[in-house]
């Protein structure tokens, strides 16, 4: 190694980033209560809009961190999770970063790390237990997993479950910001061989259209769970290696 030229300075990864502005959320909250409007949320979501757009005006949420109503009331994570009502999140603007023009030619490019996954709706919202294979691109730059509209055909009954979790917003690499619908559901790391590597892991999800070209992302849940190292080795050579603790047993995903 050596040392760099002192009068190089680097310039941010978005060099014009904009805040959140809870005023306009505020908006958006009301206009998914209009009947007439596209993103109109059903009527099981109006005590939580509504308890969302008192908390932006009374100052109690600023959009900075995930916060969960249920049945119109600010509740823990934990308590979100016990399945004993509908669940709205308001969390700012999730990250979907990558793009699968960044990785070259092929299906996702000639460098690319793919992570497979079994999937499910969680138990206790509802799920009923049937389980679903993905494949999802790794990606650092996506907080939040993608599920597309097919997937829900191996998942079981949807309509009633209690993971959907309100509309919210989300920016891709361009920058471009579009409302996705949210949902919770579980997912479980499997290693080349087709063993489980880790135990259920919630995961936070947006629902989008299957289309030509559009990439499946991973989401936060995953990274948080389990340490990661990527190898150099062009395609899925040796795709990924994943460690439950620091120094712990690698795995390949």
């Known amino acids: 190694m050596e040392p760099i030229p002192p009068n190089i300075k680097f310039t941010p990864a978005i060099p014009f980033p904009d805040e959140f502005v809870a005023e306009k959320r505020v908006k958006q909250l009301h206009e998914f209560l209009d009947v007439t409007n596209e993103k109109y949320q059903p009527t099981t979501q109006h005590a939580n809009i509504l308890s969302a757009i008192n908390a932006y005006e009374t100052g109690l949420i600023n959009g900075t961190t995930r916060t969960f109503f249920v049945n119109g009331k600010v509740v823990s994570q934990e308590e979100a999770l016990k399945g004993y009502g509908h669940i709205w999140i308001e969390q700012g603007v999730a990250l979907q970063m990558s793009s699968k023009w960044a990785y070259g030619n092929g299906v996702f490019g000639p460098k690319h790390h793919e ?7 969680i138990p206790e919202l509802g799920g009923s237990g049937e389980i679903h294979g993905i494949f999802a691109l790794h990606d650092t730059g996506s907080d939040t997993l993608t599920l597309f509209d097919t997937d829900f055909s191996s998942l079981g009954n949807t309509v009633n479950y209690l993971g959907w979790a309100g509309s919210i917003n989300v920016r891709n690499a361009s920058g471009t910001v579009e409302a996705l619908q949210m949902i919770i559901v579980q997912v479980k790391l499997v290693t080349y061989n087709d063993m489980s590597w880790t135990g259920w892991i919630e995961e936070f999800a947006v629902v989008r259209p299957a289309g030509l070209g559009v990439v499946r992302l991973s989401g936060m849940g995953v990274r948080d769970a389990v340490y990661w190292a ?11 290696a994943a460690s439950t603790t620091k120094g712990g047993l690698l795995s390949l995903l």
């Open 115 to 121: 992570v497979r996954m079994l999937l499910r709706l």
């Open 230 to 240: 990527t190898s150099p080795v062009p395609g899925n050579g040796d795709l990924l």
